[in-house]
């Protein structure tokens, strides 16, 4: 006979565990998600900005090749697996190589222009800490057929603008150019000269991308190589003219607009498909985890995907950060407490006060009503409408049953109870919550 299966503690078999570094978003919390949610999505749709959704699951292939097969990205943080079919599976760590295939195999990039936006869950086997998930979320804006840099200049002051409507000021914006693939590739000997030089001052992973990908090294989070990449040599130094009118025309455009910015030569971002403009926003009331929206110019990733040569730049909010961003800076979402909180007392009444709530929110748009469940004493029930925060408790008795009525009692300003016919209920609590 087969041995019996030994308990497994990676199911079920003892109390269910959370992923660890992925988070569930709890009540209380998810409104000011939504509210901030809903707030960045009126700005970009009053920008012309069209929403796309995608799938959270692409080819492995896809993101090798647009991302960088020597990106940290695709080295150690994908969540790879093998379908029922055989076929390598990805869930995807970033939005813009879906944006770019959606874009070709949908035929959205023929003699088109595309202002999009997405929203929605990464994934990348990360180290979790604060502000740095598994499972985390991102807001993306991406402009598909453009060259710039007046798209570039939108994309930013549109951001600009998510700060200010919103309170936040603890942040600023980087920018950098990253030139076009011939300049970058002057700058890569002058880094592997550079780095070259100091090999023995630097760590595993850097020695590895010297050869491989040395722009990469400019990126490295560790603290003790920071000294030597800010005495590498910088790009703007390597770059080509154009690029180099692109990046001032981009300037210029930002000061016209008022959006203060900083050039930092030492921006890369740690995905290969970028060229020209780079930039992110940073604070630092976050600790460590101070990128907030990173984004640039990828001229070149439509075309390596096999498709035809297509100027895009897009920018990715990470919404974890941006909640937490909002708060440090003092933001408190709008709180939406019930209207109305409706006591049903004994026989019968039950069932009219469903009717009546049904009635409520047909006639009163928006109404919040919150339903007494589970019985319990007058005095239960009124204690449950006060800490609903509801406006007013609505009270159904058998007698204001009988009599065709109901007892109408604001629960925040102190004011008597009335007792009112039930056929004017809808018009009188209109006017009281419309005046309140
Ligand atoms: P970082 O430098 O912090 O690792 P990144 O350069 O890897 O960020 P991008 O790939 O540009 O980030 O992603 C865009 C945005 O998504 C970042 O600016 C950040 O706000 C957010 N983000 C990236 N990785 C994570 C993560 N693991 N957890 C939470 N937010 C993240
Ligand atoms: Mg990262």
């Given at each position: 006979y087969?041995a019996?299966?030994?308990?497994s503690?990676?199911?079920?078999t003892?109390?269910?565990?959370?992923i660890r570094?992925?988070n569930?978003?709890?009540p209380?919390?998810s409104?000011?998600?939504?509210?901030?949610?809903?707030?960045?999505?009126?700005?970009?749709?009053?920008?012309?900005?069209d929403e796309?959704r995608l799938p959270?699951?692409?080819?492995?292939?896809l993101?090798?090749?647009?991302?960088g097969?020597?990106?940290d990205i695709?080295?150690?943080e994908?969540?790879t697996?093998?379908d029922?079919?055989?076929?390598?599976l990805?869930?995807?760590p970033?939005a813009?190589?879906?944006?770019?295939?959606a874009g070709?195999?949908n035929?959205l990039?023929?003699?088109q222009?595309q202002?999009?936006?997405?929203?929605?869950?990464?994934f990348?086997y990360?180290?979790?800490?604060?502000g740095r998930?598994r499972?985390?979320?991102?807001?993306?804006?991406e402009?598909?057929?453009?060259?710039?840099?007046?798209i570039d200049a939108e994309?930013?002051i549109?951001?600009?603008?998510?700060w200010?409507?919103l309170?936040i000021?603890?942040i600023h914006l980087e920018?950098?150019?990253?030139g076009v693939?011939?300049?970058r590739?002057?700058y890569?000997e002058?880094l592997v000269?550079?780095f070259?030089?100091v090999?023995n001052?630097?760590?595993?992973?850097?020695?590895?991308?010297l050869?491989?990908n040395?722009?990469?090294i400019?990126?490295?989070?560790n603290p003790?190589m920071?000294?030597i990449?800010?005495?590498?040599?910088?790009?703007l130094?390597?770059?080509?003219?154009?690029?180099?009118?692109?990046?001032?025309?981009?300037?210029?455009?930002?000061?016209?607009?008022g959006?203060?910015?900083?050039v930092?030569?030492?921006?890369?971002?740690?995905?290969?498909?970028?060229?020209?403009?780079?930039?992110?926003?940073v604070?630092?009331?976050?600790?460590s985890?101070?990128?907030?929206?990173s984004?640039?110019r990828y001229d070149?990733?439509v075309?390596?995907?096999?498709?035809?040569?297509?100027?895009?730049?897009?920018w990715?909010?990470?919404?974890?950060r941006?909640?937490a961003?909002?708060?440090?800076c003092?933001g408190?979402?709008?709180?939406?407490?019930p209207?109305v909180?409706?006591?049903?007392?004994g026989?019968?009444t039950?069932a009219?006060?469903?009717a009546?709530?049904?009635?409520l929110?047909?006639r009163?748009?928006?109404?919040q009503?919150?339903?007494?469940?589970?019985?319990?004493?007058?005095?239960?029930?009124?204690k449950r409408?006060?800490?609903?925060f509801?406006?007013y408790a609505l009270i159904l008795?058998?007698?204001e049953?009988s009599?065709?009525?109901?007892?109408?009692k604001?629960?925040?300003t102190?004011g008597?109870q009335e007792?009112?016919?039930?056929?004017?209920?809808a018009?009188?609590?209109q006017?009281k919550?419309s005046?309140?």
């Open positions: 087969p019996p299966e030994p308990p503690n990676h199911g079920m003892v109390k269910p565990r959370a570094g992925m569930d978003i709890l209380g919390v409104s000011t998600w939504r509210y901030l949610e809903s707030e960045v999505q009126d700005i970009v749709r009053s920008y012309g900005y796309i959270i699951l692409e080819y492995t292939e993101f090798r090749r647009s991302i097969e020597v990106t695709v080295e150690k994908m969540y697996f093998e029922r079919n055989g076929e390598s990805t869930l995807r970033e813009t190589a879906s944006v770019a295939r070709m195999t035929g990039l023929h003699n222009k202002k999009l936006w997405t929203s929605g869950p990464m990348r990360e180290k979790p800490q604060k998930y499972q985390f979320h991102q807001f993306n804006v402009a598909l057929g453009y060259d710039g840099p007046d994309l930013i549109m951001s600009a603008r998510m200010q409507r309170g000021d603890k920018i950098n150019s990253l693939p011939e300049s590739a002057r890569r002058a000269e550079y070259s030089g090999k001052r630097l760590d595993e992973d850097s020695i590895r991308r050869e491989q040395p722009l990469r400019l990126d490295s989070k003790d920071q000294d990449i800010q005495a590498a040599p910088v790009m130094d390597y770059l080509d003219a154009e690029s180099a009118e692109h990046f001032s025309g981009l300037k210029a455009l930002l000061d016209a607009a959006v203060k910015f900083e930092n030569p030492r921006l890369v971002r740690g995905l290969d498909y970028y060229s020209r403009t780079v930039f992110e926003w604070t630092d009331a976050l600790g985890q101070g990128a907030v929206c984004g640039g070149g990733l075309e390596k995907l096999g498709g035809r040569s297509t100027p895009a730049v897009g990715a909010m990470g919404i974890e941006f909640v961003l909002y708060e440090a003092g408190k979402a709008p709180f939406t407490q209207d909180y409706i006591a049903a007392l026989e019968g039950q009219r006060a469903f009546l709530a049904e009635e929110r047909d009163i748009a928006g109404i009503i919150e339903m007494n469940l589970g019985g319990g004493s007058f005095k239960s029930q009124m409408a006060d800490t609903s509801a406006a008795g058998e007698q049953l009599e065709n009525r109901i007892g109408l604001p629960l925040r102190g008597e007792n009112i016919a039930l056929d004017d209920l018009a009188v609590l006017e919550l005046g309140a």
